[in-house]
């Protein structure tokens, strides 16, 4: 299974970046897929996440109203779109894969992709 991460890199206070994940591989169904950030010696967190047979979102308190998780349609891609970043949003984002059994029901497993590192600069 593969999950590819794209669009991190350097920014200033005040800008906008967009992350781009991609997955391909599984023989299960896409259940939902989000972003995770890591920040320096403190655990996961779970930035944004999108079902994918609803489309439901969900967004962490720190990121609402800037962040905008989306899925492309019929594709196993989703985007971040992240506006007025600021330096507390420095972080190593990852792409998070939830899986489930064809057809709906049991959840499958969940791939990681390797990280993508955002820096933003006062």
């Known amino acids: 299974v593969q999950v590819v991460e794209s669009g991190g890199g350097p920014v200033q206070s005040g800008d906008s970046l967009t992350l781009t994940c991609a997955t391909s591989g599984s023989h299960y169904d896409i259940q939902a897929m989000g972003w995770y950030r890591q920040f320096p010696r403190k655990q996961r967190e779970l930035v944004a996440s999108i079902t994918f047979r609803f489309e439901d979102t969900n967004y962490a308190e720190s990121v609402k109203g800037r962040f905008t998780i989306s899925r492309e349609s019929g594709k196993n891609t989703i985007h971040l779109q992240m506006n007025n970043l600021t330096p507390e949003d420095t972080a190593v984002y990852y792409c998070?894969?939830?899986?489930?059994?064809?057809?709906?029901?049991?959840?499958?497993?969940?791939?990681w992709g390797q990280g993508t590192q955002v820096t933003v600069s006062s």
């Open positions: 998070n894969v939830i899986t489930e059994i064809v057809g709906g029901g049991a959840r499958g497993p969940q791939y």
